[in-house]
C-alpha cells in the first residue's frame, strides 16, 4: 500500500486542496473528496484540475502526520485553499 500525501490544483484559478489517499495503486486517478473541493470540481470540471504527490509513506501515522503539518491554522485560513479543516 502507498500512503500518500498529495496537492490538487485548480488550473483555472490556482487554489489548492491538501489531502491524503490510501492506495495499492499510485495513478489511480483521485483527486480529493473534500466538500469544497468537490463543488468546485463541479463548477468547472474533472479536467481542470490536477493531482501532485507530495509525500509517499509506508504507514498512515506518517502521512497523517505530514498532512497535520501542512493544512494548519494559517493554510485553512488562506484564500486560494479548499481545504476547511
Known amino acids: 500500500m502507498y500512503y500518500i500525501v498529495y ?5 483555472i484559478n490556482g487554489h489548492i486542496y491538501i489531502g491524503v489517499h490510501i492506495t495499492s495503486v499510485i495513478d489511480d486517478g483521485y483527486v480529493g473528496s473534500g466538500k469544497v473541493l468537490q463543488r468546485a470540481i463541479k463548477k468547472y470540471g474533472l479536467e481542470y484540475f490536477t493531482r501532485k504527490i507530495l ?4 504507514n498512515p501515522e506518517e502521512m497523517f502526520k505530514k498532512e497535520k503539518e501542512i493544512v494548519d491554522e494559517n493554510f485553512i485560513k488562506r484564500a486560494d485553499t479548499y481545504n476547511i479543516k
Open 7 to 11: 496537492e490538487t490544483t485548480n488550473n
Open 55 to 58: 509525500f509517499i509513506y509506508d
